[in-house]
């Protein structure tokens, strides 16, 4: 399974090498990519009927129990069709759609790395490996999002949509470390056999908190729906891919994979059938108010995904059930329109509705894509659409909430059915416009794709029980185990539902009839932007930037004097803080060795050196005394037998006198840039900060030196490093990689010094 993901990772590396002879007409070949894997997770599909499970692990952090482990169950195998599959049409269709873009080997390789990054998400076993995958979906559908990036609104946009889904993923992390801690795993499946009760941890709510901001913020639900709209600036076969069957539904994945852990709550249900129904209620009737084909199908999107979570919501089986197949059949009538959507502004040049009609007469296969799309948009028979509009009738019938849940889905799919219309339907009938005469049926792999979508969603509503036994069981059996659900079909006869059906297609064609799109409403409509949760999180995210503006102005304000004086009170403050009730130290001066001439002279002419230092009117004078101090130090050092440490302060003291000296050797004169009052403040903080520092090294002298540091050091320095000097030993071996680090930063401050002796500024 791995090599699935790593197959995406290494195509989208050779496209960086080869993409571009890959330009003309043999981009179609990319096609194979996606198709390959289609085909190869297809042969799971009897391994997954007979009860076969597949996994695969990867050591990665094994001390701390982290892994990359993959999984394919039914729900994995579920959603890894759906991105495999939908994703060959995609690659076919921007073969064509792109055809000649300067940088479509880069859409390709983006493609390709959300694709591999789509299927480590949904194979994961492992939570931490699940939120790298998710991780990297945000990160690569911002460059898809984004990828017209000359466009201020595509960029815009790819950063609205990566804010959003970036912060959900905060979140995820948050709940990955938190039921790593609770059950000691981060597998998904040890967690779930583990024997927790996680509804009864103290952590529940912060659980349920993490995992439906991550999943909401994905999956666009209310208030955290409006990147997606703004995702729609992106090229159509990324709103095909990204925001119909694959990306968005993330979020509704990462609830169905954690039904078995937090499901089944009062808390998890209430909160998912709320935010769900608020959603699909909410976006549904913003389609009513658009003419732009991409902006209807984005709000119809987030209200179906409002849909999904109303389901996962209800949470009985029978709800689980329409989730599973809802998933199924949005894929394929959503991708479909979107395809359409593209030809038809690929072709005429514009997406608003008000102004499309009668391209049947010039594009027939595409307008008979459009009325199988939409009839499984609207649920009528023998689509798809219509097995599971029938099922969602019966999730909410058998609800607590039977009556009201039932109007909020009747009043959803009547506007949904309205949606539909507007984009399968409208514009191929009527008279054709003059503007559109010249118009003709595009390539071949524009419109095969959308095509045979529809004819999928005919078949498989004509046949249901192809998925069923395949796909639907086996995800439903992840779900609730041991779980049991009459099998799909198309016609149960005359019944309640089938009357809900009936009565929904009728108000729904009552509704086209009676309004009409208008670029009036539209307007009407966004004079109450100003309560719109898009401008109460952009007045946010402009009230923070400017909060971090000033404050960032207030400390990083271009003078270094004042970021140490900033640093240096910061840490007077805490050293002082915790100085007042934990000093325990007392001098006992009769404990101490007495001084030697060399000692006093050496400290002397170190008071000397740092007085000099301190009041002098040269910089080169200031510099010269420092070394002083720095000289003074070594002889300390020599005192007190630590030869190694005074030739290594001596050695840093020299390079660090000859630096001083080389950058403020050209400097201008010397300049008195503070006052007398600045001074003593400034002589007053540093005597409080050297006096705080005393008194915290006094402190740790009174510290036992035994210790299990000391000792293991002392055991192991000759052992494990053959090194007899322990000091040397630490830095070398048992710190390298600080010492490394170190010597970087050396080196990069070298070059920065050199860099500065080598600048000549010109007098202009």
């Known amino acids: 399974m791995i090599v699935t ?3 995406c990772v290494v195509v989208a590396l050779i496209l960086i090498f080869f993409g571009k002879k890959l330009k003309g007409t043999t981009s179609y070949l990319l096609t194979l990519l996606p198709l390959s894997l289609f085909v190869y997770f297809t042969t799971f599909i009897g391994k997954i009927k007979q009860g076969e499970v597949p996994t695969q692990l990867f050591e990665w952090v094994p001390s701390m129990g982290v ?5 394919m169950d039914g729900l994995a195998l579920l959603f890894s069709l759906l991105i495999t599959g939908i994703g060959t049409l995609v690659f076919l269709y921007t073969s064509y759609y792109l055809k000649g873009h300067t940088y479509l080997d880069r859409f390709y390789g983006y493609l390709s790395i959300f694709m591999g990054a789509m299927l480590g998400l949904v194979l994961s076993d492992s939570i931490m490996g699940l939120f790298i995958f998710w991780e990297l979906t945000s990160i690569s559908s911002f460059f898809l999002i984004g990828f017209n990036n000359h466009d201020k609104g595509s960029r815009t946009s790819a950063l609205q949509a990566l804010a959003i889904t970036g912060f959900g993923g905060l979140f995820l992390l948050g709940a990955a470390i938190l039921f790593g801690f609770i059950g000691d795993t981060y597998s998904i499946q040890e967690l779930i056999h583990s024997g927790i009760d996680f509804t009864e941890s103290p952590y529940y709510v912060i659980l349920l908190v993490f995992i439906l901001v991550a999943a909401f913020t994905k999956s666009a639900q209310f208030p955290f729906h409006f990147w997606l709209p703004g995702a729609m600036k ?3 076969p990324v709103s095909t891919y990204l925001h119909s069957a694959t990306m968005v539904k993330a979020g509704i994945y990462l609830l169905l994979r954690f039904t078995p852990l937090l499901g089944d709550h009062e808390f998890w249900n209430t909160t998912l059938f709320t935010v769900g129904a608020i959603t699909m209620l909410y976006a549904a009737f913003h389609t009513l108010f658009r003419t732009d084909l991409k902006g209807i199908l984005a709000y119809s999107t987030i209200s179906v995904l409002g849909i999904l979570v109303f389901l996962i919501g209800i949470g009985t089986t029978t709800a689980l059930h329409a989730a599973l197949v809802f998933i199924v059949v949005h894929a394929l009538y959503k991708a479909a329109l979107f395809l359409i959507t593209g030809i038809i502004d690929h072709e005429t040049g514009t997406r608003n509705v008000t102004k499309l009609s009668g391209l049947k007469s010039v594009m027939m296969p595409v307008a008979v894509a459009g009325f199988l799309a939409m009839l499984s948009n609207a649920g009528m028979l023998p689509s798809f659409g219509f097995v599971g509009k029938d099922l969602i009738y019966e999730a909410t019938l058998q609800s607590s909430e039977a009556v009201l849940f039932t109007v909020f889905a009747v009043v959803t799919n009547i506007l949904l059915l309205y949606a539909g219309y507007q984009v399968g339907i409208k514009p191929f009938i009527g008279p054709l416009p003059e503007t559109f005469k010249s118009v003709h049926l595009p390539d071949k792999r524009l419109w095969m794709p959308p095509l045979l979508l529809g004819i999928l969603g005919m078949l498989f509503g004509l046949f249901p029980s192809i998925l069923d036994n395949a796909l639907f ?8 185990p041991d779980s049991f659900v009459a099998p799909l079909k198309l016609w149960h006869g005359f019944n309640f539902v089938l009357l809900l059906s009936i009565g929904t297609l009728a108000l729904g064609v009552l509704l086209v009839f009676v309004l009409k799109p208008s670029a009036v ?12 949760p898009k401008t109460l999180f952009r007045g946010f995210a402009n009230g923070f930037q400017e909060t971090a503006s000033l404050w960032t102005n207030f400390f990083q304000n271009g003078y270094l004097r004042n970021y140490i004086l900033t640093i240096i009170l910061f840490l007077s403050f805490l050293i002082g803080y915790y100085l ?7 001098l006992d001066f009769n404990s101490l060795l007495d001084l030697t001439i060399y000692e006093v002279s050496t400290l002397l002419i170190m008071i000397v050196a740092i007085f000099y230092a301190v009041f002098t009117k040269s910089r080169l004078a200031a510099v010269a005394a420092m070394g002083v101090v720095g000289y003074a130090i070594c002889m300390i050092f020599v005192f007190y037998s630590a030869p190694d440490l005074a030739m290594t302060q001596f050695t840093i003291d020299t390079l660090t006198v000859i630096l001083f000296v080389l950058v403020l050797y ?9 006052d007398f009052k600045t001074r003593v403040r400034d002589g007053f903080i540093a005597l409080l900060f050297g006096s705080l520092i005393t008194i915290l090294s006094i402190e740790v002298l009174q510290v036992s030196n035994a210790g299990e540091t000391k000792q293991f050091y002392a055991e192991n320095s000759y052992v494990l490093a053959k090194g007899k000097n322990i000091v040397n030993v630490i ?22 010094v050199f860099g500065l002796l080598k600048l000549r500024i010109r007098n202009k």
Do not use: W
């Open 521 to 532: 409403k539209e307007l009407k409509l966004k004079k109450v932007d100003f309560l719109a």
């Open 666 to 674: 050209r400097l201008p004169k010397y300049l008195t840039l503070s």
């Open 5 to 7: 993901i790593l197959l």
């Open 473 to 480: 069981q086996p995800s439903l059996n992840e779900l609730v």
């Open 67 to 71: 892994h990359l482990s993959f999984r």
């Open 234 to 236: 992106a090229p159509t």
């Open 731 to 752: 830095l070398v071996d048992f710190r390298g990689m600080d010492t490394m680090v170190e010597i970087t930063v050396l080196v990069i401050a070298a070059l920065g």
């Open 580 to 586: 007042i009730n934990n000093v325990t130290f007392s």
